[in-house]
């Protein structure tokens, strides 16, 4: 069954480094996304990405943040310089039409 | 706007009793519903959902839910519970259409006691 797959399932970086977390969409679906959830706090939305641009973004998805889709099966969620705050699981999730798919997660830890 | 609330952080049952985990929302426009289960270290799995077609909704593993519109509740039921059932459990609500952007409650975690 396809699925949404993302690298890297943990890491921990220190405060003000940048992290790339990776995410591999299923292959025909068209809309992507991010997503993240704070220990104990609730799974909310970052950005949707169609035809190679942000469709929707959150008022988190602040100028730290940046998506990309390099080529036909990547797509990127980028922190530019880490904050504490930043520490979550972050959901990378896709969908052709019906439902979204979701990934298992990163965990990101900022020390 | 939207938004969800889930009533109840924590609801554990026995195995075999009826599970019950509350859902209400708040949208401006008519909602899409959904409950997606979360197992330990994995990713959040869709059960079920409603996108304006009928108002009882048959899902994974023996789950359904009603929409009720006049209570604002998509209450997620199952009348047996499995140990397997143990998880979080999300409600999420979106502006439907082809819009997927979810807009999550806080979570339910389900305890099966033996």
């Known amino acids: 069954e396809p699925e949404v797959t993302q690298t890297p399932s943990h890491q921990v970086t220190q405060m003000g480094q940048e992290v790339i977390l990776r995410c591999v969409p299923i292959s025909n679906h068209l809309y992507f996304y991010w997503y993240r959830q704070i220990l104990g706090q609730k799974v909310e939305f970052l950005v949707s990405?169609?035809?190679?641009?942000?469709?929707?973004k959150s008022e988190i998805f602040d100028d730290q943040f940046s998506v990309e889709r390099p080529d036909g099966s990547n797509f990127t969620l980028k922190i530019r310089s880490t904050k504490l705050e930043d520490s979550a699981m972050y959901f990378c999730a896709s969908s052709a039409v019906g439902e979204l798919f979701f990934g298992e997660g990163s965990r990101l830890t900022v020390l | 706007a939207q938004s969800v609330t889930q009533l109840g952080s924590h609801v554990s049952v026995s195995e075999g009793a009826l599970v019950l985990l509350r859902c209400n929302y708040s949208s401006s426009v008519p909602p899409y519903l959904f409950w997606y289960v979360q197992y330990p270290n994995q990713g959040l799995q869709l059960l079920l959902k409603y996108t304006s077609a009928a108002t009882l909704v048959k899902g994974i593993n023996g789950f359904e839910a009603e929409f009720k519109k006049s209570e604002t509740s998509f209450h997620l039921t199952k009348p047996s519970a499995h140990m397997s059932d143990a998880a979080e459990y999300f409600c999420?609500?979106?502006?439907?259409?082809?819009?997927?952007?979810?807009?999550f409650g806080k979570g339910t975690l389900l305890t099966v006691n033996p």
């Open positions: 999420a609500v979106s502006a439907g259409g082809s819009n997927y952007k979810l807009t």
């Open positions: 990405f169609y035809n190679n641009e942000i469709s929707e």
